[in-house]
């Protein structure tokens, strides 16, 4: 029954070995190709949530600016001084009126 000869079987063992080291090296190289791509992704997302800390952290550092600068002219208004306001002082009660007339006209 077992007609193969001593070269055939080590022919076949070789063959075996061969494809065996390629299917093992093919399935090793897929393998670092997919961690290497996971690395890659999550390194994305660390430089992103970093940005953004940054971005929050500046717009945190703008903030305190503006409250330190109220503090300063709050602070300043005790003493004595007072600033003029920039912005002139809007009569709520004439857009009332002009409300109430565009509000009687549409119905």
């Not at 063959?15 to 090296?25: I, K, N, P, Q, T």
């Not at 009569?91 to 002009?98: E, F, G, L, P, Y």
């Amino acid at each position: 029954m077992l007609t193969f000869e001593l070269p055939e079987i080590g022919m076949m063992i070789v063959g075996a070995a061969a494809v065996s080291a390629f299917a093992g090296y093919s399935f090793r190289k897929y393998k670092i190709k997919r961690t290497a791509s996971r690395i890659e992704e999550l390194e994305r997302e660390v430089l992103q949530s970093h940005s953004e800390i940054l971005q929050l952290q500046k717009e945190n550092i703008d903030i305190l600016k503006i409250v330190d600068e109220l503090k300063e002219s709050l602070a300043n208004k005790k003493d004595g001084e007072h600033e003029e306001i920039s912005q002139p002082v809007v009569d709520i009660s004439s857009r009332k009126k002009v409300f109430k007339q565009e509000a009687n006209s549409s119905k």
